[in-house]
Nanobody
Framework: QVQLVESGGGLVQPGGSLRLSCAAS????????MGWYRQVPGKQREFVAA???????GYANSVKCRFAISGDIDKNTLYLQMNSLKPEDTAVYYC??????????????WGQGTQVTVSS
């Protein structure tokens, strides 16, 4: 029933910006936590950012002050605004959701992912 569909990935130069979108269905931002993970091939998936149903947000230290997570309840869409991008931000980015209203533990739902490549 829960579906998460990412979009907005692509190629961007270092220092540039990109905004990812996640169209969600079957869950509600008012009751469920949602966020973003990323993964480089051959490496473990890494937490990026998440938003609790109460509006509290958390970020990985590697993206703090550069990325911003937000959600549009009316559109059932989650966003990840990425600024000052670095080559090490290159990864497949996944939209995630949790059963609870807080992002504790592993996500319960995953999107298919969208590729972000930061390169000159």
């Amino acid at each position: 029933q829960v579906q998460l569909v990412e979009s907005g990935g692509g190629l961007v130069q270092p220092g540039g910006s990109l905004r990812l979108s996640c169209a969600a269905s079957g869950i509600s931002f008012s009751t469920n936590a949602m966020g973003w993970y990323r993964q480089v091939p051959g490496k473990q998936r890494e937490f990026v950012a998440a938003s609790a149903s109460g509006g509290f947000t958390g970020y990985a230290n590697s993206v703090k002050c550069r990325f911003a997570i937000s959600g549009d309840i009316d559109k059932n869409t989650l966003y990840l605004q990425m600024n000052s991008l670095k080559p090490e931000d290159t990864a497949v980015y996944y939209c995630n959701g949790w059963h609870s209203g807080y992002y504790a533990g592993r996500p319960d739902y995953w999107g298919q992912g969208t590729q972000v490549t930061v390169s000159s």
